[in-house]
């Protein structure tokens, strides 16, 4: 970044600006160079001024800025929300590199303008950042040297921008899908049709909004349908057709009479589908109409929530209507299909019937993002913040989450989270190893909602990464070889790599959560691997047994009748030591030695304590009981059979099974 002093260009233009104004100008210059003034910015029966700002040194270095920022006047009372309007309307008057979009400047009559902005971009995730400021505070001398700085700190490191759930409409915080964006736009104008298909949170829709923005820009036409709406895949196909004429009236708020729905019967939708769409497009100069349909998985045979797409039938019909259109007439329209789920374009035939679409349509998965996307986000968003990350992070980031924006999005709004000193900090690889491990701990849902669509449209390729993650690679290459076809999805959802023949994981962090979920599932295990696996199990069940013991008894025997019958247990050795410990200190492993076999015969003698936590068998729980007691060798240097240990790993799954039960339940 150049260095910036404080000033007014020489040639800055007052004459649109009152008295006030000017001493305000006058008084930002002080810490800001005032580079020019903006023409006037009418917003219906309102007015708006407007300057721009050059960052100087301090506010380059710490809020990332080095493009001019508007800062609009606003000298009306009362501030209202089409007040934000003229920051783009400004924008719009220079060129895009040369302003500052994530930020402006509003100074305001309105003497809570502060709270009101707070309150109205709260919940909005995509809002630029505003700066408030008002006529009476920037109108007096001000003694505080660091009142810019804190203000702007105070509305930029307050926002976490890495936490947004919903899909991205605006373009101001979309990263690194532009080129993919004008392919689809390239294909429409040309008269192709698209696919895109990806796993949940991979920015499908975000990537559907900026096709659209795309278009606007080309002077192009779009109708957004949501197939996961009830009010789309509950309709028959017929009727779907209608709804889809509707979209696009509405979209484009066009004046064409679309008749009653009566008029869309079996036989006649295909034919006023056509005549309709025939004359919108007119309507709109002839321009051709990109149909999204996103979530399409909503109308595919087999997967849609409503049967008479689930049958096949009205899927069939409803895309011959479509294909035949678009053969003949491909200047009227295209289409783009979006989801999760491709089987809607790779089924050969559906039901009875070939596929309309089979074949037709080329199947792309969105890609996840490359060092240099990551960089381009993080670093954005992450300095925006306050957050500077280290360069080797980018790497780790795209590495561990395989480009999928959504996951390394959420893994840095930990950062931001862990990040309780001052602003800016420096993010090293120490507190991100940190942030990883509590991503791994509270948002194995996310994971797990994303693998979604392979866990339940294709389950082979499921167990394979289950296979894969947990080191059974004979089972896994097994799949490969008898259908080398079935890793088509998984190279192409991103979660696999290939390179000559052999896969790996893209994404780590799923590749984690599928270890955590079979890390006791492995086929071939090595006595090594069989000792560690014992030890930890065995010591995990102990600890979870002693604080089932010590609740359950004093729960049901009262504080002294649990007591006896574990004293009774244990016997008169150290009994002496014991009287000085507390009730539960005895259960304590590190103040008092209980066994595990001591364990086992506390719920032998008080059964009916534990009957409805470990039972209901009282003789299939204790034999489980002993046998892992058995099997301790991580103690003894005994080996361990094949057989045996098989053995092991069903009797700890079921105690397992049940401490989990009650102590997470």
Known sequence: MSSVSPGIHTSFDFSDFSEEERKIIERMSKDWYVTRSGSEIPLGASRYRYILLKPTDMFQQMFNLDREIVAVFSSYDQFEPRTLDAFSAAMSNHQKLRIERICSVLISRDEGVESKLRELLRNDQ??????????????????????????????????????????????LYFFGRNSLVQTYVNRHLSGQVSGLFGLRKTGKTSI???????????????????????????????????????????????????????????????????????????????????????EVENITPGVSPSDHWRSGEDFVYFWQTLRSLFQRRSELFSYLLVGTNPLCVEMARVGGADNPIF????????????????????????????????????????????????LIRHVCSVINRLCQTARPVKVDKTLYVNAVDRFGKEYSSHVEMILGVL????????????????????????FVRSSPSLTNHLVGYGVLGEVDGRYSFKIESIKRYLSSLDRYKKAKTSPEEMRSEVSQRRNALEKALRKICRMQLQSTLGAKGA?????????????AKRAQLSYADIFDG????????????????????????????????????????????????????????????????????????????
């Open 455 to 478: 866990k339940t449209s294709f389950p082979d390729e499921f167990d394979m990464l289950r296979f894969l993650a947990r080191g059974d690679t004979d089972d896994f290459y097994g």
């Open 126 to 171: 995509e809002a630029q950042v505003v700066v408030p400021f008002t006529y009476s505070e920037l109108s007096v001398p001000i003694s505080d040297p660091y009142f810019f700085r804190n203000r702007f700190i105070s509305h930029f490191y307050a926002r976490d921008l890495f936490a947004s759930e919903t899909p991205l409409k605006k373009d």
């Open 563 to 575: 007591r006896d019958v574990v004293e009774s247990i244990l016997g008169p050795k150290e009994a």
């Open 590 to 665: 590190n103040k008092n030695t209980i066994m595990f076999s001591d364990l086992t015969k506390i719920i032998r003698k008080s059964w009916d304590s534990f009957e409805h936590v470990l039972g209901p068998s009282k003789e299939a729980c204790l034999d489980n009981l002993e046998r892992i007691n058995e099997f301790r060798i991580d103690a003894h240097s005994k080996e361990i059979s094949d057989a045996e240990f098989q053995l092991f790993r069903v009797c700890m799954e079921r105690l397992e099974k049940a401490t989990k039960a009650f102590l997470e339940g």
């Open 208 to 294: 559907i909004f900026g096709v659209q923005r795309a278009l606007s820009k080309v002077d192009g036409a779009s109708a957004y349908i949501d197939c996961q709406s009830p009010a789309f895949h509950k309709k028959r196909w017929n009727h779907a057709l209608h709804l889809v004429l509707q979209l696009i009236k509405q979209e484009h708020g066009l004046s064409e009479r679309l008749g009653q729905l009566s008029d869309y019967s079996e036989t006649d939708a295909p034919i006023e589908f056509e005549k309709h769409l025939i004359r919108m497009s007119g309507e709109l100069g002839n321009r051709s109409i990109m149909l999204i349909f996103d």
């Open 359 to 406: 074949a037709q349509v080329p199947i792309e998965y969105v890609p996840g993002f490359g060092v240099s996307d990551t960089r381009d986000m993080v670093r954005k968003l992450g300095r925006t913040m306050g957050l500077e990350f280290d360069e080797i992070l980018y790497g780790f980031l795209t590495d561990d989450f395989g480009g999928h924006p959504y």
